[in-house]
């Protein structure tokens, strides 16, 4: 019985660790690759072919103006149009963005909260349109027929004229408006940029305007563009740092959180309709996505020629007869998944914080984590409050099975006495065991309960480590200053590769000797696997095996007593 408890426990360590390894490799092992052909344009060009056409024949990379129509292949033939070499600049609470008037496009978006890197100043850069990545939010209108009524055409988007080149969010102002406007024989658009103080979604707004001779038939697409440079949210967690999703999403209010990786954008995969649902690109903290406002949305994806991959939603088919106007709009969201800042979005889009198969444990740690917090005032010292609160949780169960493994240790030299007297009589010696364990009431499997009932909850940990924006950068101690990423110095692991060979010492040693062999080398390969995990989980682990040890030492003493006693009672 010993031995099956030995290796179900082993079993149940490998077994983490294996998940652990998967969690690595899921979605990252797939993302692609920077192709040796994909074309990746400067900052100074803007790809005018990413405008829908009315023809089934394109070469646009996204799907034609009709609604009905939605290709799954990439077309070919693109050209490329200069940018305006003018750029609007907004600064907000939230951001700094950078508006392209040609197209009308947000070709730039740092957040002003969150640093690039742990000792850079500068703000992380989630949109941009450089010589090093291409990652940008697009949207448009364009007419079905591609009459010279248009306002986007392919090889040619609008060209839009603006009040001033610069925009700042003043103190005490709430919302900032930047309106840009295109006028062609009668045909007035303007399409309105609305940020909003303390929130990350923007509104994009268009009133169509038609004072010509004729109705203006065409459709709203709203998407985003991104090339397959790497993700940079995993900037400086070094070479095996925990790889997490880079790829597409989308949700509708039936069915609110899919993944749709970049391989996939040309498999036909994303046809749904919704007028509450969102469609993006998530990656590691951030998210990037548009809602439809006022209309029903067709969602589509795309790989194009160059290498680029494409995803976003075409509205409804609009009508505007003449002398009338409309307002059309779609909204925004290029920021940090931070729970509360996503919730409200659309449905579902708070579950682009991806917690795997492990989120109610994960949210259910979360909550726990995040009310600590609001006290201490320190993630660090917030992890060992959680540490101590799911020990105190557990504390009734593992009692009994810290107990059972104390009458274990008190019991091997018996065990090991059957031993030698029954030699290769299995059969005997696990008789004369049960007795034993029946004597004593000691049940071997109660030991196996801390473990395996810690093994969710290690997993839902890792995940809640790995995927909380708010633990990204966020310091505990002198050495440790972030702790999403690794301990730079390695000292956790050690420790916690200490405290872990410690704890055994408190344990029932095995009888048999290649158990014991294996069981002296965990704590060596544990500490391995610690090295490059989070300084935040290998803490938690850590503390765990401390407060264990400590448990443990209690109730070893009590047990000695329990048999001094009884020797004591039995001698007299």
């Given at each position: 019985m010993q031995k099956i408890l030995r290796v179900l426990i082993i079993i149940a360590m490998l077994i983490t660790a294996y998940l652990l390894v998967l969690a690595w490799q899921k979605d990252y092992a797939n993302a692609p690759a920077p192709s040796a052909d994909a074309v990746t344009p400067s900052v100074s060009t803007t790809t005018g072919s990413d405008i829908p056409t009315s023809s089934g024949v394109s070469d646009s990379d996204i799907p034609v103006s009709s609604v009905t129509d939605i290709p799954g292949t990439p077309q070919v033939g693109e050209t490329t149009e200069v940018a305006s070499d003018q750029l609007i600049n907004v600064t907000t609470d939230r951001y700094q963005v950078k508006i392209d008037p040609q197209g009308g496009n947000l070709v730039y978006a740092a957040l002003r909260d969150y640093n690039a890197t742990l000792d850079s100043e500068n703000p992380f850069v989630l949109l941009e349109n450089s010589a090093q990545r291409v990652y940008i939010a697009q949207s448009g209108l364009i007419d079905f027929n591609n009459n010279g009524d248009g306002i986007d055409k392919p090889g040619n988007p609008a060209k839009y004229s603006y009040q001033s080149s610069s925009y700042d969010m003043q103190p005490g102002q709430d919302i900032l408006e930047v309106p840009l406007v295109y006028e062609q024989d009668g045909l007035r658009v303007t399409k309105t940029f609305v940020f909003t103080r303390g929130k990350y979604p923007i509104n994009v707004n268009y009133n169509i305007n038609n004072t010509t001779d004729?109705?203006?038939?065409?459709?709203?697409?709203?998407?985003?563009?991104?090339?397959?440079?790497?993700?940079?949210?995993?900037?400086?967690?070094?070479?095996?740092?925990?790889?997490t999703y880079l790829g597409g999403a989308w949700g509708v209010p039936n069915d609110e959180y899919n993944k749709l990786k970049f391989k996939n954008f040309n498999d036909g995969e994303l046809t749904a309709n919704s007028s509450k649902g969102w469609v993006g690109i998530v990656q590691h903290y951030f998210v990037s996505a548009w809602t439809p406002g006022n209309f029903t949305g067709k969602f589509f994806s795309r790989e194009t020629a160059n290498g680029d991959y494409?995803?976003?939603?075409?509205?409804?088919?609009?009508?505007?007869?003449?002398?009338?106007?409309?307002?059309?709009?779609?909204?925004?969201?290029?920021?940090?998944?931070?729970?509360e800042q996503l919730k409200g979005f659309a449905p579902g889009f708070e579950k682009t914080v991806d917690y795997g198969w492990a989120w109610p444990i994960s949210k259910f740690l979360f909550?726990?984590?995040?009310?600590?917090?609001?006290?201490?005032?320190?993630?660090?010292?917030?992890?060992?409050?959680?540490?101590?609160?799911?020990?105190?949780a557990l504390m009734w169960i593992s009692h009994k099975s810290y107990y059972s493994m104390a009458k274990m240790r008190a019991l091997a030299p018996r065990l090991a006495a059957l031993k030698e007297e029954h030699g290769d009589d299995r059969m005997k010696m696990s008789q004369e065991m049960m007795a034993i364990y029946k004597e004593e009431k000691v049940n071997p499997m109660a030991g196996c309960l801390p473990i395996l009932l810690q093994m969710p909850i290690f997993l839902g940990l890792y995940y809640m480590l790995v995927e909380s924006v708010e633990l990204r950068h966020a310091p505990w101690i002198l050495w440790i200053q972030d702790l999403s990423s690794m301990d730079p110095?390695?000292?956790?692991?050690?420790?916690?590769?200490?405290?872990?060979?410690?704890?055994?010492?408190?344990?029932?040693?095995?009888?048999?000797?290649?158990?014991?062999?294996?069981?002296?080398?965990?704590?060596?390969?544990?500490t391995l696997f610690m090295l490059f995990f989070p300084a935040g989980l290998v803490l938690y682990w850590t503390v765990n095996n401390l407060f264990t040890m400590g448990q443990q030492y209690l109730v070893n003493k009590k047990v000695e007593k329990e048999q001094r006693e009884k020797a004591a009672n039995a001698a007299s």
């Amino acid at each position: 019985m010993q031995k099956i408890l030995r290796v179900l426990i082993i079993i149940a360590m490998l077994i983490t660790a294996y998940l652990l390894v998967l969690a690595w490799q899921k979605d990252y092992a797939n993302a692609p690759a920077p192709s040796a052909d994909a074309v990746t344009p400067s900052v100074s060009t803007t790809t005018g072919s990413d405008i829908p056409t009315s023809s089934g024949v394109s070469d646009s990379d996204i799907p034609v103006s009709s609604v009905t129509d939605i290709p799954g292949t990439p077309q070919v033939g693109e050209t490329t149009e200069v940018a305006s070499d003018q750029l609007i600049n907004v600064t907000t609470d939230r951001y700094q963005v950078k508006i392209d008037p040609q197209g009308g496009n947000l070709v730039y978006a740092a957040l002003r909260d969150y640093n690039a890197t742990l000792d850079s100043e500068n703000p992380f850069v989630l949109l941009e349109n450089s010589a090093q990545r291409v990652y940008i939010a697009q949207s448009g209108l364009i007419d079905f027929n591609n009459n010279g009524d248009g306002i986007d055409k392919p090889g040619n988007p609008a060209k839009y004229s603006y009040q001033s080149s610069s925009y700042d969010m003043q103190p005490g102002q709430d919302i900032l408006e930047v309106p840009l406007v295109y006028e062609q024989d009668g045909l007035r658009v303007t399409k309105t940029f609305v940020f909003t103080r303390g929130k990350y979604p923007i509104n994009v707004n268009y009133n169509i305007n038609n004072t010509t001779d004729k109705d203006w038939n065409g459709t709203l697409f709203a998407q985003l563009k991104r090339d397959s440079s790497k993700d940079p949210g995993m900037d400086g967690k070094g070479a095996l740092s925990m790889a997490t999703y880079l790829g597409g999403a989308w949700g509708v209010p039936n069915d609110e959180y899919n993944k749709l990786k970049f391989k996939n954008f040309n498999d036909g995969e994303l046809t749904a309709n919704s007028s509450k649902g969102w469609v993006g690109i998530v990656q590691h903290y951030f998210v990037s996505a548009w809602t439809p406002g006022n209309f029903t949305g067709k969602f589509f994806s795309r790989e194009t020629a160059n290498g680029d991959y494409i995803i976003g939603m075409l509205s409804q088919p609009l009508a505007v007869p003449v002398n009338k106007q409309i307002n059309v709009n779609a909204t925004l969201y290029a920021g940090p998944k931070v729970q509360e800042q996503l919730k409200g979005f659309a449905p579902g889009f708070e579950k682009t914080v991806d917690y795997g198969w492990a989120w109610p444990i994960s949210k259910f740690l979360f909550l726990i984590l995040s009310t600590i917090h609001s006290v201490v005032g320190n993630w660090g010292w917030a992890i060992i409050g959680l540490t101590l609160s799911v020990k105190l949780a557990l504390m009734w169960i593992s009692h009994k099975s810290y107990y059972s493994m104390a009458k274990m240790r008190a019991l091997a030299p018996r065990l090991a006495a059957l031993k030698e007297e029954h030699g290769d009589d299995r059969m005997k010696m696990s008789q004369e065991m049960m007795a034993i364990y029946k004597e004593e009431k000691v049940n071997p499997m109660a030991g196996c309960l801390p473990i395996l009932l810690q093994m969710p909850i290690f997993l839902g940990l890792y995940y809640m480590l790995v995927e909380s924006v708010e633990l990204r950068h966020a310091p505990w101690i002198l050495w440790i200053q972030d702790l999403s990423s690794m301990d730079p110095w390695f000292i956790l692991p050690i420790l916690m590769g200490a405290s872990m060979f410690a704890q055994q010492s408190f344990s029932p040693q095995p009888t048999d000797p290649m158990q014991a062999k294996v069981m002296k080398f965990l704590p060596i390969i544990f500490t391995l696997f610690m090295l490059f995990f989070p300084a935040g989980l290998v803490l938690y682990w850590t503390v765990n095996n401390l407060f264990t040890m400590g448990q443990q030492y209690l109730v070893n003493k009590k047990v000695e007593k329990e048999q001094r006693e009884k020797a004591a009672n039995a001698a007299s």
